[in-house]
């Protein structure tokens, strides 16, 4: 019986990558060297790792490494005014 021969993917290789630790440019090198079709791009990257930190397969700082948190910058507070908060007046129409 022949050998069965591990089928290689990008997805695949974009996985091993990210399990290795190996940077975004580097894992985007490999998948166009062996997958010449593939249209893989950093994009790819950053929902591999957050799929594989999802499913367990990855702890946080790995995921870190590849996904950049969204949302407001937390590096000043928005504190609201003290005091009164003065109402405009409104005119009413005639």
Excluded: C, W
């Excluded at 591999?48 to 990855?58: D, K, L, T, V």
């Excluded at 407001?72 to 005119?91: F, Q, Y």
């Amino acid at each position: 019986m022949a050998k069965e021969k591990k089928r290689v993917t990008a997805s695949s290789l974009i996985k091993a990558g990210i399990e290795k630790g190996s940077s975004e440019a580097a894992i985007l090198k490999t998948v166009a060297a062996k997958v010449p079709t593939s249209n893989a791009d950093g994009s790819h990257v950053r929902y591999y790792a957050a799929q594989m930190f999802r499913n367990g397969e990855i702890k946080a700082d790995q995921k870190a490494k590849y996904v950049k948190p969204r949302g407001r910058p937390t590096g000043k507070k928005i504190v609201p005014k003290k005091g009164k908060v003065k109402l405009k007046k409104v005119k009413k129409a005639a």
